[in-house]
């Protein structure tokens, strides 16, 4: 695989067979989900810098982490299939092992979040899983000192005016699902971006804005809107393939490149300007599959075609409610997909659009399709109920994985997502000191 990953790419097939060889059997599909969340200095709520994600990790790497190192600075950890990273502002990321149920997925998140709780009693940090940093100004914010993320700091402003504020202040959850079949990907691929403005409300979780009401629900999701690279890829309305998906994706102008260590600024040439052996700075040199992988990776849109699929419009959400969103989606994608389809299929763009780009804001109340956001959370909330027990994913006591949708229901059921609670709290306390450390004030067991 490592000679695959290295060996030169002489001509599109070879992109194209790569999401080939991305296809499952339907007996080994899996659920991989990342979870970021912010870590603060208790004393002065402000954001940790490298120096303490440096002793966390070396106290993480005391309970059988493999440290990751970028030339002297350790950038992360790796256990089995596990690795924790940190983002552009030392947003620290688990990416979890892929598992076959959300079980699985909800016991490893919990035994993670049990042992990094264990890790800060010794120090004088504290976490917090809101979607936006409600605390800092970008400006106060330490930065990671990945070769990569410097040259994203300067390039990604140039393209979208809240590129910074997504890099540096947001925090989501993502789940990746596999595929059978080129066809399986396009119902899939669709799915997850014509329902991104039910995702972004349903999920909401991003009020705040330096101690303030940022009159957003998802603050996230509108900072998602304008950031470079991000939004609802355009081809989502077209048919789509693999063909498709690869001509769209090398017409991306590359972000970076490392070669033999070494990060190269971009200058506005594309990847397939790559492909044709034209980068000026590499003097005729072509690309290999791990060049592909690292520009697939710098396409920030919702939804995401690598080996996987991912579906990234989810807030992030603590770890009491982490399964609510992976085990909503898994029952539409992995029990209900025929059925989720059959009503997404022939929506229009404009429709799909408008309620995208007023999601944010209005939450559950945008108009899609002549419905409210919250009644099309009850066809698919059913919807995705039907998939989940037809899955028939036990746990230990004999529960099936709708166990996870509490938090779901609770929101349909009041009518008020998880942003709208939050503020309610504000409003009351007149500040935001309850959203660090005291989490379980204002989450749905879900475990």
């Not at 669709?190 to 999920?203: D, E, M, R, S």
């Not at 992030?316 to 059925?339: H, K, M, Q, R, V």
């Not at 709708?402 to 009351?428: C, P, V």
Request: proline content about 3%; hydrophobic content about 30%; glycine content about 6%.
């Amino acid at each position: 695989m490592t000679n695959q990953l290295s060996t030169p790419i002489e001509n599109k097939n070879q992109l194209v067979q790569y999401f080939i060889d991305g296809i499952k059997e339907y007996n080994n599909l899996r659920i991989g989900v990342e979870h970021e969340k912010f870590l603060f200095n208790k004393n002065n709520l402000k954001r940790i810098d490298y120096n303490q994600i440096k002793k966390i990790f070396e106290l993480l790497e005391d309970r059988g982490w493999e440290l990751q190192y970028e030339k002297d600075k350790i950038i992360g950890l790796k256990r089995k299939n596990q690795k924790i990273t940190t983002e552009p502002g030392f947003q620290y990321e688990l990416s979890g092992s892929p598992f076959k149920n959300i079980h699985l997925v909800c016991s490893e998140n919990n035994h993670h979040f049990n042992e990094l709780q264990e890790v800060l009693k010794s120090t004088s940090i504290t976490t917090s899983s809101i979607a936006y940093d409600p605390f800092n100004k970008l400006v106060d914010i330490p930065k990671s000192p990945k070769e990569r993320y410097k040259i994203m700091t300067s390039e990604m402003p140039k393209g979208g005016r809240l590129s910074l504020d997504m890099m540096y202040k947001t925090a989501g959850i993502q789940i990746n699902y596999d595929y059978v079949s080129e066809d399986d990907f396009e119902k899939k691929f669709k799915i997850g971006n014509y329902l991104a403005p039910l995702t972004i409300a349903l999920f909401a979780n991003s009020p705040f804005n330096e101690s303030k009401l940022s009159n957003f629900l998802s603050y996230r999701g509108k900072v998602w809107q304008e950031t470079n690279r991000a939004g609802i890829i355009p081809i989502t309305f077209e048919k789509i393939n693999f063909e498709k998906y690869v001509e769209c994706a090398i017409n991306y102008p590359i972000l970076f490149t490392q070669k033999n260590k070494k990060y190269y600024n971009p200058n506005g040439q594309t990847f397939n300007d790559f492909l044709n052996g034209n980068l000026s700075f590499l003097k005729g040199e072509k690309p290999t599959i791990k060049d592909f992988e690292n520009h697939l990776s710098t396409i920030f849109t919702e939804v995401r075609l690598k080996q996987v699929i991912e579906f990234r419009s989810l807030d992030t959400c603590d770890f009491s409610c982490i399964c609510n969103g992976p085990s909503f989606f898994t029952g539409l994608i992995y029990g209900s997909l025929d059925e989720t389809y059959e009503i997404i299929k022939n929506w229009k763009k404009e429709d799909v659009m408008d309620s995208y780009l007023n999601a944010p804001k209005q939450g559950l109340n945008t108009m899609l399709k002549g419905k409210k956001l919250i009644d099309w959370a009850k066809i698919f909330l059913d919807l995705s109920k039907k998939g989940l027990k037809k899955r028939n994913q036990l746990n230990q006591s004999g529960k099936n994985e709708t166990i996870y949708l509490r938090h779901i229901d609770e929101i349909i059921k009041n009518k008020k997502s998880r942003a709208e609670m939050l503020i309610e709290k504000f409003n009351k306390k007149k500040d935001l000191n309850f959203l660090v450390n005291h989490e379980e004030n204002i989450s749905y067991s879900g475990f």
